[in-house]
């Protein structure tokens, strides 16, 4: 039973366009999302995180939106740039008294020149 | 700069062997993970552990157990190694900030092939 979704495998975007990548989530305890960018042959790095509380959280060219009522949440870049193409997963976090994480599938985001 | 080591990038073992992947983290970090990545499935939670010696299982422990002695380190063990096992094994530190996401930082990753 997966708690966290990522529907799309893979989404291709022109360099300078808008990349919008989607996540579903089943659980209601998770108190915080977060979204990681994994390159190939490199361990994930921390992107950009958005509490439970808040429907909105922006970093530079990075947007999270949290939609609580339908369990979804999205991750907008723009403009999107070649350098961005990697693969993105979606995380819950839920506190458990250690933090439990639990990741998506991931997408992976081709960005073209 | 914070950095999360594994002690290696390629380990090949052979069915029934015991297994040790250790993980170490120099930013006096609470919690420690251990992940499998396989394609399609994303990263899966195999243990994970907020305070030394204490841990818990996460979605995948069966196969696995772990040792934390010390802070920094946090070993995982494969018992007896199978050929399922096989796969792409990342460990993970976090501050444990109840406040804040408390996001992970994040080892290069071991790639285990069990023949």
């Known amino acids: 039973d997966q708690q966290v979704k990522q529907n799309s495998p893979s989404l291709s975007v022109q360099e300078g366009r808008i990349s919008i990548l989607n996540c579903d989530y089943t659980n209601s305890m998770f108190d915080y999302f977060l979204w990681y960018k994994k390159y190939p042959a490199e361990g994930p790095t921390f992107l950009i995180s958005?509490?439970?509380?808040?429907d909105k959280n922006e970093d530079g060219r990075f947007t999270v939106f949290l939609n609580k009522s339908a369990k979804h949440l999205s991750l907008h870049i723009v403009p999107s740039q070649p350098g961005d193409s990697a693969v993105y997963f979606c995380?819950?976090?839920?506190?458990?008294?250690?933090?439990?994480?639990?990741f998506g599938a991931g997408t992976r985001l081709f960005v073209k020149a | 700069d914070v950095k999360v080591t594994q002690s290696s990038r390629y380990l090949v073992k052979r069915t029934g062997e015991k297994v040790f992947l250790e993980c170490v983290q120099d930013?006096?970090?609470?919690?420690m993970f251990w992940y499998r990545q396989d394609p399609g499935l994303g990263l899966r939670l195999i243990y994970f552990?907020?305070?030394?010696?204490?841990?818990e299982k996460g979605d995948i422990p069966e196969g696995y157990s772990v040792s934390r002695e010390k802070k920094e380190r946090f070993s995982l063990i494969l018992e007896s190694a199978s050929t399922n096992q096989t796969s792409m094994y990342l460990c993970?530190?976090?501050?444990?900030?109840?406040?804040?996401?408390?996001?992970?930082?994040f080892g290069p990753g071991t790639r285990l092939t069990v023949l």
């Open positions: 995380a819950a976090r839920q506190n458990t008294g250690g933090f439990k994480t639990i």
């Open positions: 993970a530190s976090s501050l444990g900030d109840s406040l804040g996401g408390d996001e992970q930082f």
């Open positions: 552990s907020y305070d030394v010696k204490m841990k």
């Open positions: 958005i509490s439970s509380i808040k």
């Open positions: 930013m006096d970090h609470e919690n």
